[in-house]
């Protein structure tokens, strides 16, 4: 059973940066592709970024292209979300997300492609 451990999220102002961890129980490498979602109050689950493990491929949603970055550290077996000039919209609770089997579509695309999720991490974007 993969696990999925967050770190990271926290209270800042719009404009401020963040970085968010997921670390995996089993070797990043083992993973077929880790994610990140986020779920706002009264909003459905939503897909922020993800990657491929073995592939140098990522996704992010539209509306943070350009601000985040997500990245791996196979070592740690750690993904890491770099989330920079946050806004208010980006308030959520924060949730790592992971595949083992391949399939064609990013995870982050819909939640029925993630097999295991995190507990989540609570990101608060206000002045």
């Known amino acids: 059973q993969l696990q999925l451990v967050e770190s990271g999220g926290g209270l800042v102002q719009p404009g401020d940066s963040l970085r968010l961890s997921c670390t995996t129980s089993?070797?990043?490498?083992?993973?077929?592709?880790v994610g990140w979602f986020r779920q706002a109050p009264g909003k459905e689950r939503e897909g922020v970024s993800c990657?491929?493990?073995?592939?140098?491929?990522?996704f992010y949603a539209e509306s943070v292209e350009g601000r985040f970055w997500i990245t791996k550290d196979n070592g740690k077996n750690t993904v890491y979300l770099q989330m920079n000039d946050l806004k208010p919209q980006d308030t959520g609770v924060y949730y790592c997300?992971?595949?083992?089997?391949?399939?064609?579509?990013?995870?982050?695309?819909?939640?029925?492609?993630?097999?295991?999720w995190g507990q989540g991490t609570q990101v608060t974007v206000s002045s």
């Open positions: 997300a992971a595949r083992l089997r391949q399939i064609s579509e990013p995870i982050c695309a819909n939640v029925r492609f993630v097999d295991y």
């Open positions: 089993e070797p990043i490498s083992d993973v077929y592709a």
């Open positions: 990657l491929r493990s073995r592939l140098e491929a990522t």
